[in-house]
């Protein structure tokens, strides 16, 4: 199995199993990899995922070997299929959390990209280094790596191919947290054990939200959010939820 899936405590843990490569990107780990958000999505009892990497890194890009002697045809295919498995990651209707162990160079970069939040260990390192194979980033990195540390960053580190360790990477806004590497996995699970605790429908939607306002002028984003927030006075855990608040804050 290039890819595990295990779930517990409503948290769903994807793990990158190609330790002998460092976990690098081909065909075959992104078909499993869809496969695993597809069970992630389908799953009631599921309220967030961990996405990590086994061994000693998280993802160090997509496998070289297997991509050398592409026609453009086939780079194409390649490109357009790991697109769609990351977008439909990034809009999974539960959050992600990526944790980052070792390298996430390339296609690993732009996987933790696609997740919502990402915690590295002290050890990881960060990077789009495709222009020294002669390629650009093909997975995203040219789209949300400017969305997340701004257009002026991203391109510094896409044009240079610079790798850039946990420390700078949570100077740019690219990791949310660095940890010992020794904590990263109870770190991420205690992160998504909190986001578990809260109710789904409202989770879900704020993550819809977020996305929709990250892509959209304000005016859009207001209306998206003035919509998501009434739906959520449709549920009875809301009802629940709010008359326990109030009674408290009565007393």
């Known amino acids: 199995m290039n890819v595990l899936y295990e779930v517990k405590e ?3 843990v994807i793990t990158i199993n190609r330790p002998e490569a460092l976990n690098a990107l081909n065909l ?8 695993a958000v597809t069970k992630a999505r389908d799953d009631g009892e599921v309220r967030a995922l961990i996405v990590t990497g086994a061994g000693k890194a998280f993802v160090a890009g997509a496998d070289v ?4 002697d592409f026609t ?7 490109s357009e299929f790991g697109n769609r498995v990351f977008m439909r990651l990034e809009s999974l209707p539960k959050p992600v959390i990526a944790a980052v162990n070792g390298y996430a160079l390339g296609g690993g970069c732009e996987l933790s990209l696609a997740c919502d939040v990402r915690i590295a260990g002290e050890c990881a390192k960060f990077g789009q280094p495709e222009v020294s194979l002669g ?40 990791v949310n947290a660095v940890v ?24 879900s939607r704020c993550k819809a939200s977020v996305n929709m306002g990250a892509g959209c002028d304000a005016a859009a984003g207001a209306a998206f959010e003035s919509s998501v927030f009434a739906l959520c006075f449709s549920e009875e855990e809301q009802k629940t939820l709010m008359t326990a608040f109030s009674d408290k804050s009565k007393k």
């Open 65 to 68: 070997r297997s991509m050398k």
């Open 28 to 35: 075959d780990v992104l078909c499993e990899l869809d496969e």
């Open 10 to 12: 409503h948290i769903a």
């Open 180 to 203: 010992p590497d020794a904590l990263l996995f109870a770190a991420a699970f205690d992160m998504a054990g909190r986001i578990a605790a809260y109710p789904p429908f409202a989770v």
């Open 135 to 174: 390629v650009t980033p093909g997975f995203g990195g040219t789209f949300r790596l400017p969305r997340t540390v701004g257009t002026a960053k991203a391109k510094e580190l896409i044009f240079t191919a610079r790798i850039i360790d946990a420390t700078e990477a949570l100077s740019i806004g690219l």
């Open 72 to 78: 453009s045809g086939e780079a194409l295919v390649f």
